[in-house]
């Protein structure tokens, strides 16, 4: 088992910036993808960004693009989201996840292996 432990979400107004972190311990983090999904009241969970094992790929929602950077430590067994130019609609909790695979990353939550218990994100307007 991997066990997964986000931090840093909080209360901010539109415009601000948040950036979370994600533990993880139980598993070698080097070997697995990582990820971000999010999920708002009401609706389903939804893919956010995406980071290989070596972080040589990344991927990102388009509601995101521009705005949001994933990255990794592997010494440290964390995972980033860094959320710049935050909006009223990114609004939601956020889950970070884990996936043991080399190839691709996913963009669907039934691929995912592992998820942390999330972190609350508010952007008032």
């Known amino acids: 088992q991997m066990q997964l432990v986000e931090s840093g979400g909080g209360l901010v107004q539109a415009g601000g910036t948040l950036r979370l972190s994600c533990v993880a311990s139980?598993?070698?983090?080097?070997?697995?993808?990582m990820g971000w999904f999010r999920q708002a009241p009401g609706k389903e969970r939804e893919f956010v960004a995406a980071i290989s094992w070596g972080s040589g790929s990344t991927s990102y929602a388009e509601s995101v693009k521009g705005r949001f950077t994933i990255s990794r430590d592997n010494a440290k067994n964390t995972v980033y989201l860094q959320m710049n130019s935050l909006k009223p609609e990114d609004t939601a909790v956020y889950y970070c996840?884990?996936?043991?695979?080399?190839?691709?990353?996913?963009?669907?939550?039934?691929?995912?292996?592992?998820w942390g218990q999330g972190t609350q994100v508010t952007v008032s307007s």
């Open positions: 996840s884990a996936v043991d695979r080399r190839v691709g990353l996913p963009t669907s939550q039934a691929m995912w292996d592992y």
């Open positions: 139980g598993r070698t983090f080097s070997r697995y993808a």
